[in-house]
């Protein structure tokens, strides 16, 4: 069982207690623990259960690259799943449960999946639920969906309690990872007087040398980096921060920090994480190596970790993995382990060292401690399910045969090192096989390069594949001058900090333990712990012509769990080049992507959210609509009033009352989210001859024009009135929140195409605030209030006028969207308000009814009218729409016109608008089809129409629709059947989509 | 992700203000062209592992649209430019075909 140590512990204050739960269960630790040393004090090994086979799992690893002691940690809004207990410092109150298992950690019922296993091979759920198709998604995805995952989802109505921030910051020299090998890089870049930025992802610096203890520069190591933090600490030009990993490294020196500043301090004030956003000329990954497991039958039984691993729970946290640990290994490091526990007084029975001629000094060393070292031998099973009871003992030559077997409750493995390459590859840095050592290293020819071609990213130490102390110093501090020199400074020269020889016999790559297991064995030797892959899983996926390592992975799901395979990926392709009989360079790696460990979701949003996750745009009525209880509807970031419920109607009510006064008397609308701009040269009129697909150059001044704008494929894009304003100057009007799009298409087309023409824009939308007075008492109430002739005579259907109104400057555009009289009146945005209210005032004898965006999109559906974004998807052509008359024919060209020629565009099948009038009066769901007789190539019924705007008609006191309606013009009085959402039809006939005063006399008095 | 400096106003800027926009260099077809031809211009694109011509607008700065040159694979920026012209300048030329022998705008356009 684990425990604490009588003593020890370099990282954790004894002195200190701290309290925790898990499961429920109180439990204590010391200060300076992670989450896993405390559970693995408290004797708790089993920490979670695996994906699929939900087994029993221990910790492997002591670090960021664990797979298995995953935790939900926190309650409340500070719940957060898939927490990595070996990363999570304890903190006094911390509380977290296990994942992925029902009913108990101790007892789960999806462990029967382990039994099935035979069953559930690589690719189970491809070639399993794909048959039959309709199973799929009522009965299969639906089960899956409930077994699978690992922690809990957050509750969907619980906001984040924390805060998090974002941080620009600018670099000359980064360095990612603050062991000695970032320690010494930093102090060899810093001498040059460059700016240098350290980032280690821990709460302590040095990394993992002062497990292995030595000296350095004749002091031991801890001393030495005490000193090298104190003197980058003192420089001015140096900044440290420790909590906070390197993520990713990107394009041009860009490169994101992580840092956790709270989550070991709860209760402390401020952001919990802040993501570091910064731009560097060099950037240092100092990133250190990873341990790699040993692939044996039974690798996954809790007590099984990483020899690394069992000597840091020893050294850093006084706790010990069991009392007899096996330690098994292809290379010298992990006797280190085994010494270590022999000197701290636990009991190492056997070291099984699969080289047969063994390791070096020591190897020595250990057995002068009376350490059984047996050579060439290997694991052949772990005994034991829910923790380590023994192992049984093979020759790694063999296939498996049992020579012995030992009692022990923990084993250590090694399978060597790989350097933690991850950084230099996210920017496209290239590998090289090392075959002495067995990794990949960075291919120093072929690093990522910045803007002028140059390599930007450096790699320091073990993750350049210098793993020994004495070798790493050295590669650090060539990193360290070489940065600041290719940043552009001279560094001074900087002395190699000075590491005794530690002479190692050669490693020798053991990619499956015994090297001829029998298919039982290798269905039971895991690479990728976390989501359950296994050595024949790789082997089979090979076997099925998965040669790709990028196809084996998808296949098998080998690192794609949270740990993305830090453990699992060079085992794992070492696996697939031997089922392939290809050398491990030429399978190479898979895709190494940011970041290098999960980051939170709220660290990427960062202050982006609430009230400034988007800015909110308001028009100059915007206060009084509020006073005035609108229903707010939000289009693009504008806000606009749906409609204004009056004591205690509903919003449909409001709706239909605000149609029916408008129709009746007098509507007031708040207009001034119409996109405005102004479009004004020598070379104008020719230019919005191209723009839209009407001619706007023959437009007379003082008239309006209503205009279609088509993309370069021929979709109609927006629409909207143009008024010419003078000879030179038009006005073009777009849809609410097409402003922007549309005066950035204009630019686009003006600076990259059409260069040479004479012709300025302007978006002038918030300038002015424009309120539509519509109905039929429209012209009475701008005559009250008096200052302009707006008579039929003087300002005629489709002409607008300048004058000022009530004493208000105002230009009026006698246009109308709704079928009435109707007056659009533009002002000065500062004097909106005070016109509102006075139109208001005024209009009070003829119940002037303020209305918002439902009431304007039915009264405009009445009369047949289309709206962007309703009749219109991107796919919709003007033809499609019966809008051929706003089309010219005399035009050569046309933005959109050759498009409107290719085959797909003339077709006559092409669906065509028209009205849709349900049998039994009833509203049609939006977007329901109307069903054609047989079936399409997939199996799906044909289809002949859709609606596009459907709404109840307070006017006509019945659903009326718009549709789009295969050969539909020809089709009038013909019924079709409109699905519904119950799944029933309901007969709609094919009318005239003019539903009200089709001879247009209401507008035109 | 990249920087670029906008060559109209000089600013060198990242993904907080510069907007892609695709191929440079297109050359527009209108009515008269050829369905093949214009089929081309609307959805054909190169995508090259190498030197490559795009157009980028400065979206939250100045708001003009200019071209870059730059190496898909390596990320090095040979120039921006103007985006008035029809083919990069002779100067963009210079710099790439420097840098990358054997390179000329005759096989790319």
Sequence with gaps: MSTRLATGGRLTD????????????????????????????????????????????????????????????????????????????????????????????????????????????AGFYYKMFIHPRPLWKHFYEPIIRRSAGLGAAPDAETVDADTYEHFYAFTDVLILGGGVAGLQAALGAAGSGAQVLLLE???????????????????????????????????????????????????HGYALGYERLNDHAPEAAGPRHRLWRIRARQIVTATGAIERPLSFAGNDVPGVLLASAVRDYVVNYGVSIGDRTVVVTNNDDAYRTAICLQEHGLDVPVILDARPQGGGALMQQAEALGIRVLRGKAIASVQGSRKVTGVTICAQAGEGAVLETIACDAVAMSGGWSPVVHLWSHCGGKLVWDEQQAFFRPDLGKAPTGHDGTPFVIPAGAANGYIHLRDTLTDATTAGVSAATAAGFKPKSTAVPQAPEQPEAPMMAVWLMPQGANVALRAKAWLDFQNDVKVSDIQLAAQEGYESVEHAKRYTTLGMATDQGKLSNINGLATLSRALGADIPSVGTTTFRPPYTPISMGAIAGQARGEIFQPVRETPLHQWHQSHAAHWEPVGQWRRPYCFPQGGETVEQAVQREVIATRASLGLLDASTLGKIVVKGPDAGRFLDMLYTNMMSTLPVGKCRYGLMCSENGFLMDDGVVARISDDTWLCHTTTGGAERIHGHMEEWLQTEWWDWKVYTANVTEQYAQIAVVGPNARKLLEKLGGMDVSKDALPFMQWSDGTLAGIPARIFRISFSGELSYEVAVPASQGLALWEMLHAAGAEWNATAYGTEALHILRAEKGFIMIGDETDGTVIPQDLGLGWAISKKKADYIGKRAQARSHMTDPTRWQLVGLETADGSVLPDGALAAAPGKNANGQRNTQGRVTSTYHSPTLGRGIAMGLVLNGPERMGETLEFSKLDGTTVPTKIVNAVFFDPEGEKQNV | MLILECPYCGVKAEETELHGGGEAHLVRRGPDSSDDAFESYLFQRQNPKGVHFERWRH??????????????????????????????????????AARRPGWSWSDQG
């Design chain 1, 14 to 121: 004894r002195s200190k207690p701290m309290s925790f739960r898990f499961n429920g269960q109180n439990l204590r630790g010391v200060q300076g623990d992670t989450l896993a040393s405390a559970l693995l004090a408290s004797g708790q090994l089993l920490m979670g259960r695996s994906f699929k086979y939900h087994r029993p799992r221990g910790p492997v690893a002591s670090g960021a690259e664990e797979p298995n002691a995953l935790v939900n940690l926190g309650q409340g809004a500070r719940f957060e799943p898939n927490q990595r207990a070996t990363t999570t410092e304890l903190f006094d109150g911390l509380t977290a449960t296990s994942q992925n298992h029902w009913p108990s950690l101790n007892f789960d019922v999806g462990a029967v999946n382990t039994h099935l296993s035979r069953f559930l091979p």
């Design chain 1, 201 to 251: 992802q821990s709460a302590d610096w040095g990394g993992r040398t002062p497990v292995d203890g030595g000296e350095i520069d004749g002091k031991p190591v801890q001393d030495w980096i005490n000193d090298a933090v104190q003197a980058l600490g003192n420089m001015d030009n140096v900044t440290l921060r420790n909590r906070t990993m390197g993520a990713g490294v990107y394009d």
């Design chain 2, 59 to 96: 979206a939250y700065g100045c708001g003009k649209w200019f071209h870059a040159a730059r190496c898909t694979a390596t990320l090095e920026v040979f120039g921006t430019y103007s985006a008035q012209v029809s083919e990069p300048p002779q100067q963009i030329r210079d710099r790439i």
